[in-house]
C-alpha cells in the first residue's frame, strides 16, 4: 500500500490530484521499517498495533504519542499556509479501525455536550 502512495495510485493520492490536494505520510505505526522512504515523515510509535477485538490495540502511552504527532503534523501544515486538513489511516481491509476510531470520537464529544 505505501508504494501506492509514493506512486500517487492510491486512491486518496489519486483523488487528492484531481482535487489538486496535498498528501503527507507519516509513519506513526506501520509494521515495516520506512526509513528508506524519504517522502515518509518517520513518527513510528510503535511496529504495529494488537487486536482490538482482543484488547486494547495500543498502550495509552502509544495512543497519547501518535495524537501528539498528529498535532505536530497539522501544525506543520498550518505553518506552511493549509487552511483544510483531513487525517487518514493507510491499509486494506482497515475499514473498522477506522469506524471505531469514528465511533470513540463520537461518544466523547456526546459526553462533553
Known amino acids: ?3 501506492g502512495y509514493m506512486r500517487g495510485t492510491a486512491g486518496a493520492t ?3 490530484r484531481h482535487a489538486h490536494a496535498d498528501v503527507f505520510v507519516c509513519d506513526v505505526g506501520t509494521a ?6 524519504p517522502k515518509v ?5 510503535a511496529w504495529g498495533t494488537e487486536d482490538f477485538t482482543q ?3 495500543m498502550t495509552r502511552e502509544q495512543a497519547e504519542k ?3 504527532v498528529g498535532i505536530e503534523m497539522a501544525d506543520m501544515c498550518i505553518d506552511q499556509g493549509y487552511n483544510l486538513l483531513y ?10 479501525s477506522r469506524s471505531e476510531e469514528r465511533r470513540v470520537g463520537k461518544e466523547c464529544r456526546s459526553r462533553w455536550s
Open 55 to 57: 484488547g486494547p490495540a
Open 1 to 3: 500500500m505505501i508504494n
Open 32 to 37: 515495516f521499517d520506512l526509513s528508506d522512504l
Open 66 to 68: 501518535a495524537i501528539a
Open 14 to 16: 489519486v483523488l487528492a
Open 87 to 96: 487525517t487518514g489511516e493507510m491499509g486494506i481491509g482497515n475499514t473498522t
Open 41 to 45: 515523515y518517520q513518527k513510528k510509535v
